[in-house]
């Protein structure tokens, strides 16, 4: 739902037709999530920002804004080891594929990097990031397909740190047998990395797919529980989806987004630029 449909919404607000439950619908439908959605619009019942268009939807900006502020750290190498990242997400989502494009990024930032294809569950996902790996030039460790993912993180870690690289990236698998099961397994490597040192895995993000809308808050919901999440990458917003399920997520998980993907080539993945994001998710132009 394209949340454009506002601005004729907000247009009707010198009348005295407005009608707020249609604006809080239009807002839900954005995937802004009910309370977020619901919050604004008390917060803009109550304030004086509800007198013309313009200032209406400045005050929305303005509050999917400040959801994002304070911004987590830039990703920088640890001073003592390689930096984790564990990637989480369901099936199809891009994780893998943004592995590679994370990772030629930070090669080309002059870091070096180590890949672990710890989605076991399907050979074809040991294939695919093998294969990225190769074209980016970076080494990947594998296993054999069905074989345990957490040790596999485990072993690479141990590699990563003999090799004294910058950061590891984990795959994972994002469908098992069962749902259950998926989170279980994704719990189990996380805890089995922290045996290297308790602040380990530095960062589990996951990954959601904007085109899935307010799913990608139930996904990052289950996920958090399972795993504590510390950053959501927004993929596919090339598509349909605006994307608005990052700021409900960070309204009611308080996670924060660090990457957004629009498109299948290695260079389109970009840092989250909470002013970008709100203007394009309110079809506004950069002020
Ligand atoms: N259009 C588009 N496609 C993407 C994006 N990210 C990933 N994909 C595609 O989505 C599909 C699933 O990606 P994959 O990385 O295998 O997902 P995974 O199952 O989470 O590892 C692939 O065909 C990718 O090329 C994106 O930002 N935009
Ligand atoms: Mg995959």
């Known amino acids: 739902m394209p949340l454009g449909i506002l601005k004729s919404l907000f247009?009707?607000?010198?009348?005295?037709?407005?009608?707020?439950?249609?604006?809080?619908?239009?807002?839900?439908?954005?995937?802004?999530?009910?309370?977020?959605?619901?919050?604004?619009?008390?917060?803009?019942?109550?304030?004086?920002?509800?007198?013309?268009?313009?200032?209406a939807l400045q005050f929305l900006r303005e509050e999917i804004v400040s959801l994002f502020y304070p911004s987590p750290p830039p990703l920088t190498p640890h001073p003592d080891r390689p930096r984790t990242i564990l990637f989480v997400g369901v099936n199809g989502t891009g994780k893998t594929t943004t592995i590679a494009k994370l990772a030629h990024r930070l090669k080309k930032a002059g870091h070096s990097v180590l890949l672990a294809a710890a989605d076991t569950f399907r050979a074809a996902a040991i294939e695919q990031l093998s294969l990225w790996a190769e074209k980016i030039g970076v080494p990947v460790i594998r296993s054999q397909y069905q074989s345990d993912p957490a040790a596999l993180c485990y072993d690479a870690y141990q590699a990563a740190r003999s090799r004294d690289v910058d950061f590891l990236l984990c795959d994972t698998a994002g469908r098992l047998h069962t749902r259950q099961n998926l989170m279980r397994e994704v719990a189990k490597i996380a805890r089995t990395l922290a045996k290297h040192g308790p602040d380990l895995p530095d960062e589990k993000w996951i990954v959601v797919d904007a085109t899935t809308g307010s799913n990608c808050l139930s996904q990052a919901k289950e996920f958090h529980e399972a795993v504590g999440l510390t950053g959501v990458i927004l993929t596919k917003m090339d598509g349909s989806g605006k994307g608005g399920a990052a700021a409900a997520i960070r309204h009611e998980l308080g996670i924060p987004t660090r990457f957004i993907a629009n498109g299948e080539n290695l260079e389109s993945l970009h840092p989250f630029d909470p002013e970008n994001y709100a203007n394009s998710l309110l079809e506004l132009t950069p002020a």
């Open 11 to 55: 247009s009707r607000l010198r009348s005295n037709s407005l009608d707020w439950d249609e604006i809080l619908e239009i807002l839900i439908l954005a995937d802004l999530g009910v309370r977020f959605s619901e919050q604004f619009v008390n917060k803009l019942k109550q304030s004086n920002r509800c007198r013309d268009e313009q200032s």
